[in-house]
């Protein structure tokens, strides 16, 4: 069974950070990469950052520069350390693979205030 546990968010000032956390099942983790995904009111989720299972990075020209990702292998948890935040960056944060599997977890809510 597929389990995606994200933590971390809650309301920030703009210019604020705020560090996510994804524990995710061994089935899930192992083999993958690791993306972090965002869905704001209103409009479709979006992938922001991915890691590959041996360390390759990508981020969305929206986040390059300000999010950074990283996966501990030995936690099966991928992490997402956000800095100089926006109010565009308010949004439901969910981690699954790259790319995602059908099940999701319940997210976690980033708000940014301006």
């Known amino acids: 069974q597929v389990q995606l546990v994200e933590s971390g968010g809650g309301l920030v000032q703009a210019g604020g950070s705020l560090r996510l956390s994804c524990a995710a099942s061994?089935?899930?983790?192992?083999?993958?990469?690791m993306g972090w995904y965002r869905q704001a009111p209103g409009k479709q989720r979006e992938l922001v950052a991915v890691?590959?299972?041996?360390?390759?990075?990508n981020y969305a020209d929206s986040v390059k520069g300000r999010f950074t990702i990283s996966r501990d292998n030995a936690k099966n948890t991928v992490y997402l350390q956000m800095n100089s935040l926006k109010p565009e960056d308010t949004a439901v944060y969910y981690c699954?693979?790259?790319?995602?599997?059908?099940?999701w977890g319940q997210g976690t809510q980033v708000t940014v205030s301006s």
């Open positions: 890691i590959g299972s041996g360390g390759g990075i």
């Open positions: 699954n693979a790259a790319p995602p599997g059908s099940s």
């Open positions: 061994g089935s899930i983790f192992s083999r993958n990469a």
